[in-house]
Nanobody, 121 residues
């Protein structure tokens, strides 16, 4: 089992930047398919970025503005968010799946509690 703890959220003006971190516990972190998701008020949770078989996939709405990275030695994944827009306001969740097939279907096995990102206009 893996536990995920996000940090780095906050209030930022439009055009600003934030860097989210997700620290994972567990000895087999590198074997999980990881991703970031978000849920805006009144909307369904959606994927932001996911790592699958060495490739990184971004949602179209964040491509070119967000950059995800992972450090398996530190059991940590990051999400650098630049050029933030008010529509990026959401709770951001770190996610882990025990298989690539599951992550491809957004079928997540483990969720963090989330960190709130608020972008003011």
């Amino acid at each position: 089992q893996v536990q995920l703890v996000e940090s780095g959220g906050g209030l930022v003006q439009a055009g600003g930047s934030l860097r989210l971190s997700c620290a994972a516990s567990g000895p087999t972190f590198s074997s999980y398919a990881m991703g970031w998701f978000r849920q805006a008020p009144g909307k369904e949770r959606e994927f932001v970025v996911k790592w699958v078989t060495g490739n990184t996939y971004y949602a179209g709405s964040v491509k070119g503005r967000f950059t995800a990275s992972r450090d398996d030695a530190k059991n940590t994944v990051y999400l650098q968010m630049n050029s933030l827009k008010p529509e990026d306001t959401a709770v951001y969740y770190c996610a882990a799946a025990t298989s690539i097939a599951a992550m491809l279907k957004n079928d997540v096995d483990y969720w963090g509690k989330g960190t709130l990102v608020t972008v003011s206009s």
